[in-house]
């Protein structure tokens, strides 16, 4: 039986070395492609053209379909010169939206503004509310049976928008819908390898709840072998909550995670294709809708199989101190896609 303890996001995993493109770039054309057709929407940002760069070089995608409102013709002809499986398409405006998302199977969502200091990632939702919107529409005529994976924020707020445009469409599948929470684990692993002095190849961190500061829930009394302080548990939990704060603080009003993200979106996505073609047992922390907490949306490990999410896992036991901010924040993430659904209605 999987345990559901089994951490998620084992680095040292040949899946993570090849969504790295390490193993890609040493072997090229050799990768198998996985036949699939991934588009990735906000390809030209931050965050896009990274990601495209670590999906093309992984050798596991068949067709990589690249669209936003701008500079994807450059972005396509740069990567369709990297000699490993699989073409590129660039795809520029709205009026080439369909034609990018017809018949995907992964839409990879990094499309939207990022935060500048001072700003929440709630800041984002004015703008990146009615940009997801718009995209999930598309989805809904041009690939409605697409695994979708949603890093745009808040990821509270607009995975749940997402769900509602489909569901007004009559295609929503809930297995299908993916928030992207991969970076909260690798800050988790990479933050608490540290604390211990050991490899973050050999830690694993299990990261629980949404995607905005005490939402973020890291699972540090599931964490093998450690034994942490009080004073290290509280820094290392905020720390892991606020990782993306740290990042906007040092760039200055250049942005958000870019490169961080883009290794932990190209990831997840690998992770999903590889459950595609059939792997067993791929076990990851996502974003989704599940019935474990009041919150309709609430990130867990899961499965991950042929059709998406496969099992919601669960998370286990939680020590005094998780469980009082699981508790503290499961009305905050209610709140959050409450607002996401009622945009949807009243736009
Ligand atoms: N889930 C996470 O962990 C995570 C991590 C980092 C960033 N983010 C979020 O990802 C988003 C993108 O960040 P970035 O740094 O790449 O920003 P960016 O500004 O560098 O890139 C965003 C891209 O989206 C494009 N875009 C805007 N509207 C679009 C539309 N309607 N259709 C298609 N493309 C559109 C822009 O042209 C731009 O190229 C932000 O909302 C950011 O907050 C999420
Ligand atoms: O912090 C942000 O706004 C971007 C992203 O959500 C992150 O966690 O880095």
């Known amino acids: 039986m999987l345990s559901a303890m089994k951490p998620a996001l084992r680095v040292a995993s040949p899946l993570a070395t090849r969504a790295l493109g390490l193993e890609a770039a040493r072997s090229f054309s050799s990768s198998r492609s996985a036949q699939a057709k991934v588009t990735v929407v906000g390809a030209a940002g931050g965050i896009g053209q990274p990601l495209s760069l670590l999906l093309k070089l992984s050798g596991k995608v068949d067709h990589l379909s690249l669209y936003d409102l701008v500079g994807t013709p450059g972005v396509a002809a740069d990567l369709s010169h990297c000699n490993t499986n699989g073409k590129v398409t660039g795809h ?19 499309a939207g503004v990022p935060r500048k200091p001072g700003m929440t990632r709630d800041d984002l939702f004015n703008t990146n509310a009615g940009i997801v919107k718009g995209i999930a529409e598309a989805c809904a005529e041009a690939c409605p049976k697409a695994r979708f ?47 211990l002095g050991q490899s973050v190849n050999d830690t694993a961190v299990d990261v629980i709840g949404g995607h905005a500061g005490t ?13 942490f302080s009080d004073k290290d548990l509280e820094a290392l939990t905020h720390r892991i909550q606020f990782g993306g704060d740290e990042v906007v603080k040092a760039k200055d009003g250049a942005g958000s995670a870019t490169l961080s993200m883009a290794h932990a979106g190209a990831y997840f996505a690998i992770r999903v294709l590889a459950a595609m073609e059939g792997e067993a047992d791929i076990r990851e922390c996502t974003f989704v809708e599940n019935d474990l907490t009041a919150a309709p949306y609430f990130a867990t490990p899961v499965i991950l199989g042929k059709d998406g999410v496969e099992k919601v896992l669960g998370f286990g036991k939680l020590s005094a101190f998780e469980q009082k901010i699981l508790d503290e924040n499961v009305p905050a993430l209610q709140a959050q896609a409450k607002k996401g659904v009622d945009f949807v209605h009243k736009a």
Do not use: H, W
């Open 92 to 110: 520029k405006g709205a009026s080439e939206l369909k034609a990018a998302l017809q018949d995907a199977d992964v839409v990879v969502i990094p």
């Open 149 to 195: 994976l949603i890093i745009s924020n808040p990821v509270n707020s607009t995975v749940p928008i997402f769900a509602e445009v489909l569901k007004g469409r009559g295609v929503y599948d809930k297995k299908k819908l993916m928030g992207v929470t991969t970076l909260d684990v690798c800050r988790a692993q990479t933050f608490v390898a540290e604390n």
């Open 215 to 227: 939402t973020i829930l890291p699972l540090l009394s599931q964490v093998e072998g450690a034994k």
